[in-house]
């Protein structure tokens, strides 16, 4: 036979380079508009974004949605149930003082909380694994092994211990949440830098002379995105979730402010009595965690749909 | 000789968000007992898609219809307590990528032993000296040794032949590969053919090849089905495929192929294009915008596929002219 | 396999020594005294008391007394209950804190895998929206909601089970502080078991086991398990930490005497040594779980068990 009858790669190669490069199109020109169709069609994603809008916009509005100021006390509605006659939709607290307004108020800190404190987290853990894996060898072992003692520290208490003795002020808070939930953070985003950086089209930068940090900003941040905003959506629950945890403690923000934690603290005093006490709060809190949860899994199938 | 499988008007289609994807479309075959099929096409051409289909391992969003006798039993839709009696025993397959395809967790004697005690009663200790056998047979050294040992001690090719004697431990009928070889080294592909043409030989056994590489078929295969876009487009024996191949994609594959009796400064042919997305696929014949011979006809209607012998199919609009037109096309 | 559990019982060394000293330093430069709650006292009295706690000498001092004291197992006394050492407190709270915390963890894991792998079985059907729905509930709904309600249904409306409190430690005790500390954990083990099961369950070692025939029993029992298992093994450690945190406020709302409702009164108290003896006792549990976990899953994965 006059053919090659023995195996060759060349044709195979020919045949899988056009199937990459169109792959490659197909990828490039549509990724973020697929992940948007695909989130759009996640009903519980839709769902728990509409209703986190509506929480944060009660949050940001609460001071004129309500006649009753969040620290007045009425004498005469000392742990009243939910009265629309009067306007306590939600009833009083111990204090008299309107609980669907204090919700809201609950609600300016732990949505801010969850922002801020994320936000730091995600600053420190970027730089923290963009850096690792960027640089490699000897430099990432040594951070990695540094996050990796930290990982089994048991953080929570340091963060208490943090509280007990500077006081509970709310910046501490934001900084102390922040800088617990970075670990994984940086985790990710070395594990993202490092296979990016394999990548061709990085090496071509470097070859044609690109600078490091604009390799960084340029390419690899965009292309590390994707993870990161899911992740960042998945740890904004926590940090709310731990707030909550330090409020119902003792330790969180102070009064006359209020967090969902204050309040269900107060309210699991007196749930036999007072149960509304503890169901406003609690349900806002649970609801807030079940939309943010429900958004990071929805935005993860969509930014990488290979489960389905 | 006997027919020791059947597929009539085989389809397969796959559920998506973005809608039906069918992956294969009314696929009509035959093979005879002890010969060798060679299926080839690029990835996504649904060559694989097929024998997924009638090993029941379809992704579960995958749907199949029409038939696939094997020795007188119908596979698909047979519940999978009674296709466990026919997988691994009479009918085995073999995959792509020997690094990811054993179980990283179990010791070679586990994944082999347990195919003789599942599907032939044997003991343990019975099992592991056929094991051992059989691993010799496919040529593994110290094979009493090694096969207490886990996948990742392996070398690629070695695994690879570990995947053989698992796959012919029952001595099956039929195995199916699908690109056995594409995952490894060079001089190690050779040594799977070659491994895989004497195991035919010595165990009778009929062998479908899939591949997207012609020169696989050359060396193994007695037939030849060339697919595209999700359906068949040209079959034939082996000799008809590569010296009389009709269709103009199987004649651009050929192309493509380096010769050794070419002129070696002349430029590798490549087909123009780009592989057919099967969730959009062009209307009428799946190949017609890679195709020089395309016209009208070719952009509306699909071509019927044309039986020009018992074993002779090829479904194009041009099938004169494109014969007619090599010439023409070597000169371009 | 000996020499790799000595290795990691080093490498634990150093990591203590971190948490040793960060929670040294916190505590020595926080602002307030132990004994400010109490009256003012004459100088000369104040002078004897810091003497005796050894808060007169230089903190460097202060500090190598403390580690010295520490190699010999104590932590000092407390400066709270003036009778007992912090090594006695600890001790008496060790009890009920291991058998709540172990309970939970173990179960967690036991039913965790379990819902896990049900609804990776049943990927995208109704019982794994079901399975998945409730695991959301348990991540969503923190377990210092949980437990009050918990206690109010069964221990206040329904008298099953006791509101509150030790007893003797009897079962009837343990199973609302357990199931309390296990749900959210069930809920991220199961998340996890299913992620890592449906991923598996894909993956071509499966596909070439049915490919073989195999009964689907064994293909879930024998091929799936021990791969879908390491996420999971990995995730003890954390879970670990998790469950002491937990234990935290757990404890106090069942009103258990264990180590971790020692942990907030001390804090709140600003008794340092109890709070030092307590976070120390806490990381170096969760260290030897964390060492635990690493064995465990190096008899998982046969890559790791190559030197035996």
Known sequence: MSLLAKPNDRMAAVLDQQAEACIDEIAGRSLWQDARIRLMRNKAAVVSMIILTIITLLAIFAPWLSSHPFDEVYWDFIQVAPNFSEGFWFGTDENGRDLFVRTLYGARVSLMVGLVATTVSLIIGVTYGAVAGYMGGR?????????????????????????????????????????????????????????????????????????????????????????????????????????????????????????WGVLISEGAKVMESAPWMLAFPATFLAVTLFCFNFIGDGLRDALDPKDR | MSIILEVNNLNTRFDTPEGEVSAANNINFTLQKGQSLGVVGESGSGKTQIFMAIMGLLAKNGRTSGEAIFKGQNLLGLPVVELNKVRGVSLSMIFQDPMTSLNPYLKVSRQMTEVLIEHQGLDKESALERSIRMLELVGIPEARKRVHMYPHEFSGGMRQRVMIAIALLCEP???????????????????????????????????????????????????????????????????????????????????????????????????????????????????????????????????????????????????????????????? | MFTYITKRLLAAIPTLLIIITIAFFMMRIAPGGPFDAERQLPPEIEANILKAYDLDKPLYQQYFIYVGNLLRFDFGPSYKFRDFSVTELILTGLPASLQIGGMAILIAALIGVSLGTLAALYQNQKTDYAIMGVAMTGIAIPNFVVAPILSLVFGVYLSWLPVAGWGDGSARNLVLPVISLALPQIAYISRLTRGSMVEVLHSNYIRTARAKGLRERLVVVRHAIKGALLPVVSYLGPAAAAVTTGSVVIESIYDIPGVGRYFVNAALNRDYPLVMGVVIFYATLIIIMNLIVDVIYSFLDPKLRVNG
């Open chain 1, 139 to 259: 430099v990432d072992n040594l951070m990695m092994r540094f996050v990796d003692i930290l990982y089994s520290l048991p953080f929570m208490f340091f963060v208490i211990i943090l509280m007990v003795i500077f006081g509970r002020h709310i910046f501490l808070i934001f900084v102390a949440l922040g800088a617990v939930e970075w670990l994984t953070m940086a985790r990710i985003v070395r594990g993202q830098t490092m296979a990016i950086k394999k990548k061709e089209f990085i090496e071509a930068a470097h070859a044609s002379g690109v600078s490091t940090t604009k390799i960084i900003f340029r390419h690899i941040v965009p292309n590390i995105l994707g993870p990161v905003i899911v992740y960042m959506t998945l740890t904004i629950p926590q940090v709310i979730l731990t707030e909550s945890f330090l409020s119902f403690l003792g330790l969180g923000v102070q009064e006359p402010l209020t967090s």
């Open chain 2, 173 to 332: 009928d039929l195995l199916i590969a699908d690109e056995p070889t594409t995952a490894l080294d060079v001089t190690i592909q050779a040594q799977i053919l070659e491994l895989l043409h004497s195991l035919k030989e010595e165990m009778g056994m009929s062998i479908v090849m899939i591949t997207h590489d012609l020169g696989v078929i050359a060396g193994m295969c007695d037939h030849v089905m060339v697919m595209y876009g999700g359906r068949v487009v040209e079959t034939g024996t082996v000799h008809e495929i590569f010296n009389d191949a009709r269709h103009p994609y199987t004649q651009g594959l050929l192309q493509s192929m380096p010769r050794i009796d070419g002129n070696h400064n002349e430029d590798l042919y490549a087909i123009p294009g780009q592989p057919p997305n099967l969730q959009a696929l062009p209307s009428g014949c799946a190949f017609q915008p890679r195709c020089q011979y395309a016209d009208a006809q070719c952009r509306s209607t699909q071509p019927e596929p044309a039986a020009l012998s018992q074993h002779r199919m090829i479904a194009c609009h041009h099938i004169t002219v494109a014969k007619d037109l090599i010439p023409a096309m070597e000169s371009a």
